[in-house]
């Protein structure tokens, strides 16, 4: 049992009633203060990218649908490839700090913290095969793991790697512009055909990675595509 | 042997991914290679910051050698080091470094009480030996290490100053550049670009020593009362692992804690005290004033009538003050009390995103009256200022932090003298310490002739 909070490692007081002696309990992996600190998305969100409404002015928004979406719904070469994406948290500073140190510095335990949020989530969608994002031969190799795998093994589930990926420049240095319009960096390694999808990924920025991914799988011959993200920028 | 990698590499601890691709020569003999985790008495151990706290491992299933990876959490915002990561040193000799006739070209003068310690701190390095540095707050201990640091680099020794916190190397790097023009001195701190050069003179964050092993002749670690470096144990690891075997270690504090202190009672520990400021006024001694449950007033809207008629006195007498409270959210309760005093008076704590910003308008004089936690308890200097504890009693306090909380008061020359008052609901030990912490210094530097008056 871990006793120390994963994060900033301050030892965690176990909370104690009836119900930690009756019922099987989940592990506190987060003190207070840092739970507190992760910002789950609450009130309306985006239908299709699970953005949260609130945030966002009413010019932006057409039927509980973000602008963003709409635009790629009308889009003749990208309507109806993602059913709609959902996602847990917002992507908050502290968020991006974890994220940093999950991804970037590698600390794979931390996939743990969302391990519980993942589970609940995922049980509520109907799918055959749970895809991670696919890292490229290159980078994988650098971080030593795929984050999106280790999210989905964390949550207790069998990752299925239908997706490769061409090594091309880091996303997070590019604009909105040059993601949407680069060229299809996934191919399909094993069959797909007929089944519905759930892709895993760390986070929905501009949603034009999980939407490469999902055309590309549909175009193989997928049955629906759905997204989950830990976070939601 | 490639002599730039020779610069690279001697004296450093390093990941393989820390080395630019075109220095790294695999056939290089002069290249060893570590394990940077490693099991001993089945316990893992980090060998870049030697943390042994099995909490702070984990294990990955690692894609670059298809096996379950133990690595270290402790020091992952380094860079990972993992089973499979070895950490790469150099065991050739070291560059050579032409000797400087004059290193130092400063024309100051040192007090007298600066001059003793001064003369202690060459000692120490002449003879490879650990010295304390004990230096009441505002005596000037960097000019101290001027002398020392000149003979050390006069006979092509390596030295390194550690210090806690960022702000403090980058204050520091200039300074030294200045009286030692001829030297290559590097700032060392998360993101700085100095990492590439050999330089004789290292001005470092305690925490980049990890990247450092055999080698530095002098090490002088700054403020070592200060956390992290006395809760981190790893941290003290460090400073051991980046000194040479035979070196000179120079501890500066205004502080010592109580291990220390007995040791230096004893005759156990090597050190030297600077007792007087360099200005030769006293410290102000700080002077206990009873104000009853100060706690209860607050949590009630209220400030209690002592502590509100002292800090009256001092608006209306236009002098700048601090004032110390034990914790934040005290601070944010009696924020709008003090304020109701005057419009303009500010608090700020260690997580204020404006911290910065309101610092600045305490200097700028636009602030009467700051309220602080104790994280301006050390660094800072105002010039003409008063000071206060409110809750001096409270566990946070310590004799350490009172200490240095008095020490804010009459630093510069122009104003040696102010008050500094610790307003309680009953004595702690620690408040009696510190008093009698001032007055013993001050007694010293009397007996000493190092004041006037």
Redesign the interface.
């Known amino acids: 049992m871990v006793e120390y909070c994963l994060l900033c490692n301050i030892y965690i007081v176990p909370r104690i009633s009836w119900s930690f002696f009756f019922f099987q309990h989940e592990e506190e992996l987060l003190c207070d203060d840092c739970r507190k600190k992760l910002t789950k998305i609450s009130g309306k969100t985006c239908e299709k990218c699970g953005r949260p409404l609130v945030k966002l002015a009413t010019e932006y928004i057409q039927n509980n649908i973000c602008l963003d979406c709409i635009r790629w719904e009308q889009d003749e070469q990208w309507s109806g490839i993602l059913e709609k994406n959902i996602s847990i948290y917002e992507y908050n500073d502290f968020f991006k700090d974890v994220l940093s140190q999950f991804k970037f510095r590698g600390d794979y335990i931390l996939a743990e913290i969302f391990a519980q949020e993942i589970r609940k989530t995922t049980k509520l969608i109907k799918y055959d095969l749970i895809v991670p994002i696919p890292l490229s031969q290159e980078r994988l190799l650098e971080r030593g793991f795929n984050q999106a795998e280790a999210l989905i093994l964390a949550a207790g589930s069998q990752p299925y790697h239908a997706l490769t990926r061409v090594h091309s420049e880091k996303q997070s240095k590019k604009s909105r512009k040059e993601r949407i319009h680069i060229e299809n960096v996934f191919q399909v390694a094993e069959p797909v055909h007929g089944k519905a999808i759930l892709l895993i990924d760390d986070i929905y920025t501009t949603g034009s990675t999980i939407r490469h991914a999902a055309k590309t799988l549909k175009m193989a011959g997928a049955k629906s595509v759905v997204s989950f993200t830990v976070a939601r920028g | 042997m490639s002599s730039e990698l020779q610069a690279f590499l001697s004296g450093r601890k390093l990941l393989e991914s820390e080395i630019p691709s075109n220095l790294l020569d695999a056939t290089s003999q002069h290249i060893t290679y570590q394990d940077g985790i490693t099991k001993e008495n089945n316990l893992w151990k980090c060998s870049r910051c030697g943390n042994t706290n099995q909490?702070?491992f984990?294990?990955?299933?690692?894609?670059?050698c298809k096996q379950n990876?133990t690595?270290c959490?402790n020091c992952?915002?380094m860079?990972?080091v993992?089973t499979c990561t070895p950490l790469l040193g150099w065991n050739g000799p070291d560059p050579e470094v032409p000797p400087t006739e004059h290193p130092l070209q400063w024309e100051g003068r040192l007090s007298d009480g600066q001059q003793h310690a001064s003369a202690a701190v060459v000692k120490a390095i002449q003879t490879k030996s650990d010295i304390l540095v004990w230096a009441v707050c505002g005596a000037g201990k960097t000019e101290v290490l001027f002398a020392g640091i000149n003979e050390a680099l006069q006979t092509g020794q390596r030295v390194c100053i550690a210090t806690p916190r960022t702000d403090v190397v980058l204050e520091l790097a200039p300074r030294f550049r200045k009286v030692f023009p001829h030297t290559t001195i590097s700032a060392i701190y998360g993101g700085s670009q100095d990492r590439h050069q050999y330089a004789q003179l290292v001005i470092s964050t305690t925490h980049q020593l990890f990247r450092f092993e055999n080698a530095f002749d002098v090490v002088i670690v700054d403020e070592v009362d200060a956390f992290p470096y006395t809760f981190d144990k790893t941290l003290q690891w460090a400073v051991e692992k980046a000194a040479r075997q035979i070196s000179a270690k120079i501890h500066l504090t205004a502080t010592p804690n109580s291990k220390w202190q007995n040791e230096c009672m004893i005759g156990k520990r090597n050190y030297v005290t600077i007792p007087a400021r360099f200005h030769r006024h006293p410290l102000p001694v700080p002077e206990f004033n009873w104000c009853g449950n100060w706690r209860k007033h607050i949590e009630k809207d209220k400030l209690p009538r002592v502590i509100e008629n002292w800090v009256s006195v001092r608006l209306k007498a236009e002098k700048q003050t601090l004032v110390f409270l034990p914790n934040i959210k005290l601070m944010e309760k009696a924020a709008p009390l003090f304020q109701k005093l005057h419009p303009k008076i500010e608090s700020v704590h260690a997580e204020d995103p404006k911290r910065k910003e309101k610092v600045e308008r305490m200097r700028a004089k636009e602030t009467p009256i700051l309220l602080t936690t104790t994280i301006l308890e050390r660094g800072v200097t105002f010039p003409n200022i008063d000071v206060a504890v409110v809750g001096a009693e409270d566990r946070i306090f310590t004799e350490a932090a009172l200490v240095q909380i008095s020490g804010r008061v009459g630093r510069s020359a122009e104003y040696p003298t102010g008050i500094i008052a610790f307003f309680h609901f009953g004595h702690s030990k620690e408040m009696i310490k510190a008093q009698n912490h001032i007055i013993h210094m001050n007694r010293e530097a009397k007996k000493r002739g190092l004041i006037d008056g």
């Open positions: 909490n702070l984990a294990t990955l299933p690692c894609t670059r990876c690595y959490r992952i915002m860079g990972r993992s």
